[in-house]
């Protein structure tokens, strides 16, 4: 059973920077790719980021490009997400998901889901 585990939301001042973190277990995650999606209130789900396991290619929505790099550890069990010049936009539940094969954007698409965390950016 895939497990994802996300870590590191808070409050932050537009402008600021948080990291946040996906602990992946239960699975052995070949092939397999990892994502950020966030949810505000009242809008539906949407992507943020995603990256293949093998590191090699990272995807961007047009909103967070140039201000959030996605990452993943050396033992590729952890990804990261670090958030800079943080806007009030900005402000959502974070979840990591995860799928196999090929990054696509539509949240209905990935497998598993973290429980998410709370970004709040205040203005």
């Known amino acids: 059973q895939v497990q994802l585990v996300e870590s590191g939301g808070g409050l932050v001042q537009a402008g600021g920077s948080l990291r946040l973190s996906c602990a992946a277990s239960g699975g052995t995650f070949s092939n397999y790719v990892m994502a950020w999606f966030r949810q505000a209130p009242g809008k539906e789900r949407e992507f943020v980021a995603a990256?293949?396991?093998?590191?090699?290619?990272?995807f961007y929505a047009d909103s967070v490009k140039g201000r959030f790099t996605i990452s993943r550890d050396n033992a590729k069990t952890t990804m990261n997400l670090q958030m800079n010049s943080l806007k009030p936009e900005d402000t959502a539940i974070y979840y990591c998901a995860v799928r196999m094969y090929y990054v696509v954007r539509r949240a209905d698409e990935y497998s598993y889901w973290g429980q998410g965390t709370q970004v709040t950016v205040s203005s």
């Open positions: 990256i293949r396991w093998s590191g090699d290619s990272t």
